[in-house]
């Protein structure tokens, strides 16, 4: 034809595009083929086509009004393309009306539409350019594939367990630190007690008339709280007297007592090294306040216990006790036995730490330190039971017999 | 766990090995190499050096001195000289990995679905040995199929032909896996052979397998022109009978009947996998047809004569050239969810 002179390059230009059409109609013709619909209703279009050059509209026209311009401008129905192109005219009408969501699915409609555009003899791949663009939201162009997996068994994926597990780490660790936390808080609110215990100190100084001193010392404490000094239990105001106040309050008994103590016969052990010791552990002393001043009954014992509050004290349920433990130099390991044998406590005594022993009979004591540990029976000191860093076994803890010097 | 951590820091690649071209992909950089399947060898003191693989090989291709030797290390869609494919890859592997070459890589091979086990491993293990830390191996139809964008996954029958190099693959998919298959050893090669046979027959003039892929190229055609002699073209080669070099002209229509038998075997390819195809999968195919992808596909007019030849759509897919990397490539992408396509020999 005179095409092929013409443009050698390309196959399709619109002059030569009906010439495979023919053939493919001649070759239709002669095979049977399996088109679905000859459908003969649409012949509408042929009336009033070749009207307009399918160039002129294909400017900013729509791709579906560019191909039927250009089929209109071939004189072809749809049924003929269909028939040509082997593409089901439902698809083919669906392209020229826009209907993107009648096509199958993104390659297809692109490929049918490539392949009718060239048999209408335009610019396939600028057609298909602009139905991508046309189509952006129903036309998908990336095919999404899932694979069919089997259905799960229903058991929990391990990444859940983790997280789970992840979770429940986080909520005990988390409870343990508060936990944590909210004892440390109790012993920070210990200090402002042994104020409490001064209070009540002082307040028994002054019912007997002595120890004015001890109740002056007690004053600058006291000084905040002067409106309810007879108020025994201390409220918030004067719990927030730190524990400055407690060494204030203790320590100035012990400064002086050369003084107080032939009366209370408070052992002569109390002195300037243990006041220091206060000092270092004025935190520490909540175990005085643990026991509460109710249980105490005679002024002595209240001394005693001032005197023993520099270290932890054991035993303080036992409230008749006589006998008292104490480590003064190195710490010391004791083990107290009932009488059967059975264990009533066995620990390390930490260097001022005390036992108060049950006022009990039978019991046998056993001790690694000797030397370091301090027995006083009714708060008098008795003659230590060996040499330091001796160990003694069954020593009877009968007050008399201690008292005695047994 | 250690292969995970290195696979953060090598570049994962998807290799097309062509018969006629090799495409590398890389994870999330697409296809970052296009070249000519061939690898010219010098020899120098007995030894054998790679010289030149890809493009600047090809060059070379039936023009080499005595020394020199340019291989084309793949036939028919399957390694045909085992060490020198292994040098190619292993060219192609270190022309994309430069900049991250301490990790190796992860390395999706596609592989013709008509390969045969020994084959499959061929490949496989020269690109182990070319570098790869892990090789899987795909079917080609299968990531054509990907590539081309059909809806592999879903319950509804696609049909892919695609016309390599050394191969064409015809498969019925559904569902993620292939429901049929047929692989015949036909593609563009044979259609060069066929150029190159039926211009020495008629004009006695011996061409080239270069020039031959430029005639199919420019004036190829599944079937001839309506009337008239087509487009033409000038053919340069050495004349069979006083041995000179001679340039003739030939037509479109002489290149369309060279090439009528290599169409032919494919047409006969996808009726056959047609006629094994399953009702349900048919009447699928019916609705949207036949997809075409690979260089065969832009053989002007195949998509025409296939759809005379079986009365169903056919439409030829976006680049079908890149198809298989792409497809390929994207199976890399997603490799948790499409691992199900991925095999290994081993």
């Known amino acids: 034809m005179d095409s092929t002179a013409s443009d050698p390059q390309q196959t399709e230009t619109p002059a030569e595009a009906p010439e495979p059409a023919a053939a493919a109609e001649a070759a239709a013709a002669s095979e049977p083929v399996p088109e679905p619909e000859p459908v003969s209703e649409p012949m509408s279009e042929p009336v009033i086509g070749a009207v307009a050059p399918p160039a002129a509209l294909a400017v900013n026209a729509g791709v579906g009004a560019t191909l039927r311009s250009a089929r209109e401008g071939m004189g072809k129905t749809l049924p003929e393309?269909?028939?040509?192109?082997?593409?089901?005219?439902?698809?083919?009408?669906?392209?020229?009306?826009?209907?993107?969501?009648?096509?199958?699915?993104?390659?297809?409609?692109?490929?049918?539409?490539?392949?009718?555009?060239?048999?209408?003899?335009?610019?396939?791949?600028?057609?298909?350019?602009?139905?991508?663009?046309?189509?952006?939201?129903?036309?998908?162009?990336?095919?999404?594939?899932?694979?069919?997996?089997?259905?799960?068994?229903?058991?929990?994926?391990?990444?859940?367990?983790?997280?789970?597990?992840?979770?429940?780490?986080?909520?005990?660790?988390?409870?343990?630190?508060?936990?944590?936390?909210?004892?440390?808080?109790?012993?920070?609110?210990?200090?402002?007690?042994?104020?409490?215990?001064?209070?009540?100190?002082?307040?028994?100084?002054?019912?007997?008339?002595?120890?004015?001193?001890?109740?002056?010392?007690?004053?600058?404490?006291?000084?905040?709280?002067?409106?309810?000094?007879?108020?025994?239990?201390?409220?918030?105001?004067?719990?927030?007297k730190p524990a400055a106040q407690a060494p204030a309050a203790s320590e100035p008994v012990k400064a002086e007592a050369p003084q107080v103590e032939p009366p209370k016969a408070e052992p002569p052990k109390v002195e300037p090294v243990k006041a220091e010791a206060v000092k270092a552990e004025a935190p520490k002393v909540e175990p005085p306040k643990a026991e509460p001043p109710k249980v105490e009954p005679p002024k002595p014992e209240a001394a005693a216990a001032t005197s023993v509050s520099d270290g932890k004290v054991y035993g303080t349920e036992y409230a008749d006790s006589r006998v008292v433990l104490k480590a003064t130099g190195d710490d010391c390991w004791i083990q107290v036995r009932e009488v059967d044998g059975s264990l009533l406590m066995s620990r390390l005594l930490r260097r001022g730490d005390s036992f108060r022993v049950p006022n009990r009979s039978g019991l046998n004591l056993m001790v690694g330190n000797a030397g370091s540990l301090e027995v006083s029976v009714d708060g008098r000191k008795v003659p230590a039971l060996g040499a330091a860093g001796q160990v003694r076994r069954d020593i009877r803890l009968d007050p008399d017999k201690l008292a005695a010097g047994g | 766990m250690f292969s995970k951590l290195t696979g953060w820091m090598s570049a994962d690649m998807a290799i097309d090995l062509g018969t006629a071209n090799t495409l590398v992909y890389v994870k999330g950089r697409g296809i970052v190499l296009n070249e000519p399947s061939v690898v010219a060898i010098a020899e120098e003191k007995g030894k054998k050096k790679v010289l030149a693989v890809g493009d600047e090989a090809k060059m070379m291709l039936g023009r080499t001195p005595g020394y020199i030797q340019a291989i084309r290390p793949l036939r028919d869609g399957v390694i045909a000289d085992f060490e020198v494919a292994e040098e190619m890859i292993k060219h192609f592997i270190r022309k994309v990995h430069n900049r991250r070459s301490f990790a190796s890589p992860l390395v999706i091979v596609c592989v013709p679905s008509g390969s045969t086990a020994v084959e499959r491993r061929a490949i496989q293990e020269s690109a182990e040995s070319a570098g790869a830390r892990r090789v899987f191996l795909i079917e080609e139809p299968m990531a054509a199929a990907i590539g081309a964008g059909l809806p592999v996954t879903e319950p509804t029958g696609s049909m892919v032909v695609d016309i390599g190099g050394g191969t064409t693959e015809v498969a019925v998919l559904s569902l993620g896996g292939i429901v049929y298959s047929r692989s015949v050893r036909v593609g563009g090669d044979k259609m060069d052979e066929a150029i190159i046979a039926y211009i020495r027959r008629n004009h006695n003039l011996l061409v080239g397998e270069g020039s031959a892929e430029r005639i199919k190229k420019e004036i190829g055609s599944a079937c001839p022109p309506e009337d008239g002699e087509g487009r033409?073209?000038?053919?340069?080669?050495?004349?069979?009978?006083?041995?000179?070099?001679?340039?003739?002209?030939?037509?479109?229509?002489?290149?369309?009947?060279?090439?009528?038998?290599?169409?032919?075997?494919?047409?006969?390819?996808?009726?056959?996998?047609?006629?094994?195809?399953?009702?349900?999968?048919?009447?699928?195919?019916?609705?949207?047809?036949?997809?075409?992808?690979?260089?065969?596909?832009?053989?002007?007019?195949?998509?025409?004569?296939?759809?005379?030849?079986?009365?169903?759509?056919?439409?030829?897919?976006?680049?079908?050239?890149?198809?298989?990397?792409?497809?390929?490539?994207?199976?890399?992408?997603?490799?948790?969810k499409l691992k199900n396509v991925l095999t290994s020999m081993y």
Request: aromatic content about 4%.
């Open chain 1, 81 to 240: 393309c269909a028939k040509l192109l082997r593409i089901r005219q439902p698809f083919l009408e669906a392209l020229e009306e826009g209907r993107h969501r009648d096509l199958p699915g993104g390659t297809y409609a692109a490929g049918f539409l490539r392949t009718y555009a060239e048999f209408l003899g335009l610019d396939s791949e600028e057609m298909v350019r602009r139905f991508r663009e046309e189509g952006a939201g129903g036309f998908k162009n990336r095919t999404e594939l899932t694979f069919p997996s089997p259905v799960s068994e229903g058991r929990i994926p391990g990444g859940a367990v983790i997280f789970l597990g992840l979770i429940l780490a986080a909520v005990a660790y988390g409870g343990w630190y508060l936990l944590s936390s909210a004892e440390t808080k109790v012993t920070e609110m210990v200090p402002p007690l042994p104020d409490r215990l001064a209070g009540v100190l002082n307040r028994q100084a002054s019912l007997t008339g002595e120890t004015r001193p001890a109740g002056e010392a007690a004053k600058p404490g006291e000084e905040a709280m002067k409106a309810k000094e007879d108020v025994v239990p201390p409220t918030e105001t004067e719990e927030e």
């Open chain 2, 232 to 336: 033409t073209m000038e053919i340069k080669g050495r004349d069979l009978m006083n041995g000179v070099p001679k340039e003739l002209i030939i037509s479109e229509r002489q290149i369309a009947e060279s090439l009528a038998e290599p169409v032919g075997a494919i047409i006969e390819a996808v009726k056959v996998a047609l006629e094994h195809t399953a009702p349900e999968l048919a009447a699928d195919i019916v609705d949207k047809g036949i997809v075409l992808t690979g260089g065969g596909a832009l053989l002007s007019n195949l998509d025409y004569v296939l759809r005379h030849a079986t009365g169903l759509p056919v439409s030829i897919a976006d680049d079908p050239l890149s198809c298989v990397a792409l497809g390929t490539g994207r199976a890399l992408e997603e490799m948790p």
